[in-house]
């Protein structure tokens, strides 16, 4: 991803701060579903209590891979191959378990924080791991041209609101991508729904194809 202009944080909004945000596809995902069916979830955030408590209304299988915290988002960006991005995801992700293909993936905010090839690279590696059928849900920056230096911190406020928990820090550009360039970069998976969020980003769920 091309350097980004940064500067300090001051009245201009910035997404995913508020209090909360109504986000229809995330409670999709959370009460859309059998209770008696076990799912696999794959969160690359940071571990949430909040979350955790939300999954274990029904069986569950949790793993978490915080990919800014132990710094594979920046690996991923640096690396000079497609096949060095794969390399650093198969890396960075929990190891696939017998019969325990993932069902969900959260991304947050993830996806804008990489290069289209970091991109490339952990979709292809969670796309092997995933059941046909399953959905990656992730928020991208849609309306404003600025987001934090580092992605958030979403938190689940109900089954039905998210709020970004980090603290105010330095903006820098957006990427901006656009529904096009991200089935570009996630090849083999397809945009099942999108919606637009009252923060001006776009929420998605991507589902890899039955």
């Excluded at 529904?179 to 998976?189: H, K, M, S, T």
Aim: some cysteine; charged content about 25%.
């Amino acid at each position: 991803m091309p350097p980004a202009a940064a500067r300090q944080l001051g009245s201009e909004s910035t997404p995913g701060t508020s209090a909360g945000i109504h986000a229809p596809l995330f409670e999709k995902i959370v009460t859309g579903h059998s209770e008696d069916v076990r799912r696999v979830v794959l969160d690359l955030g940071a571990a949430s209590t909040e979350l955790l408590a939300l999954l274990a209304r029904s069986p569950c299988r949790a793993d978490i891979a915080d990919l800014n915290f132990f710094g594979d988002v920046d690996r991923l960006n640096a690396a000079e191959s497609l096949d060095e991005c794969i390399e650093i995801s198969e890396r960075a992700l929990p190891g696939p378990g017998a019969a325990e293909e993932l069902d969900v993936v959260f991304a947050w905010d993830l996806f804008n924080y990489l290069s289209r090839d970091a991109l490339r690279g952990l979709m292809r590696v969670i796309g092997k791991r995933m059941r046909p059928g399953g959905v990656v849900h992730a928020l991208v920056v849609y309306s404003e041209k600025t987001m934090t230096v580092t992605p958030g911190r979403y938190l689940p406020l109900s089954d039905s609101a998210l709020m970004n928990a980090k603290p105010a820090q330095e903006l820098r550009d957006a990427p901006r991508y656009s529904p096009e360039d991200l089935l570009d970069a996630l090849g083999g998976f397809e945009i099942h729904t999108a919606r637009l969020l009252s923060n001006g980003m776009q929420e998605f769920l991507f589902r890899r194809p039955l």
